[in-house]
Antibody, heavy 119, light 109 residues
Framework: QLQLQESGPGLVKPSETLSLTCTIS??????????WGWIRQPPGKGLEWIGS???????YYNPSLKSRVTISVDTSKNQFSLKLSSVTAADTAVYYC???????????WGQGTLVTVSS | QSALTQPRSVSGSPGQSVTISCTGT?????????VSWYQQHPGKAPKLMIY???KRPSGVPDRFSGSKSGNTASLTISGLQAEDEADYYC?????????FGGGTKLTVL
């Protein structure tokens, strides 16, 4: 059974870069059935899709975040990662990683990790 | 890339049916049959309930159904149960990216 787990710092200073990793178990990041995505949810607010990546390295980003986002994949570790640069308090959110099917549905989600942007 | 429009809240009594709407544009909901719906209980990760407008993943009760007409998609929950009380989000492919609705809080009275 596919499982995903986010990891990374829970506190990031303003203007710095937020970095998170998602580790996949019970499946291969090289599967042709999935893309791998990041989604976030500010406290008390709705969901926002950040972007996704295919194991080959093809990436797709939310146009509103594209200038600050980089998603990468490490097939040797069965992981994919998110980097969000120049963060502000508005980037404080629970960040989720998820498997994304070819019809762009988000099938399996990690439990989420809260990242707070504060000095 | 505006968020899709959902009602902020809906409610219904156990056993009744409720429908949650999700309005977009011809560039997202109206342009593709890649609409999905997610259920989120407080403090939990979202769960996929419907994809491709009206398909249910394995394990999702057939009380949950989806449809689409023009630029508006809908999620219908029939035979409401207490455990259906949650937030529901629609989501649509919009041409190389995905956009969510603002979310709807379902209260089971």
């Amino acid at each position: 059974q596919l499982q995903l787990q986010e990891s990374g710092p829970g506190l990031v200073k303003p203007s710095e870069t937020l970095s998170l990793t998602c580790t996949i178990s019970g499946g291969s990041i090289s599967s042709s059935s999935y893309y791998w995505g990041w989604i976030r949810q500010p406290p008390g607010k709705g969901l926002e899709w950040i972007g996704s990546i295919y194991y080959s390295g093809s990436t797709y980003y939310n146009p509103s975040l594209k200038s600050r986002v980089t998603i990468s994949v490490d097939t040797s570790k069965n992981q994919f990662s998110l980097k969000l640069s120049s963060v502000t308090a508005a980037d404080t959110a629970v960040y989720y990683c998820a498997s994304q099917g070819v019809e762009w549905e988000l099938r399996t989600w990690g439990q989420g990790t809260l990242v707070t942007v504060s000095s | 890339q505006s968020a899709l429009t959902q009602p902020r809240s809906v409610s219904g009594s156990p056993g009744q049916s409720v429908t949650i709407s999700c309005t977009g544009t011809s560039s997202d909901v109206g342009g593709y049959n890649y609409v999905s719906w997610y259920q989120q209980h407080p403090g939990k990760a979202p769960k996929l309930m419907i994809y491709d407008v009206n398909k249910r993943p394995s394990g999702v009760p057939d009380r949950f159904s989806g449809s689409k007409s023009g630029n508006t998609a809908s999620l219908t929950i029939s035979g409401l149960q207490a455990e259906d009380e949650a937030d529901y989000y629609c989501c649509s492919y919009a041409g190389s990216y995905t956009v969510f609705g603002g979310g709807t809080k379902l209260t089971v009275l």
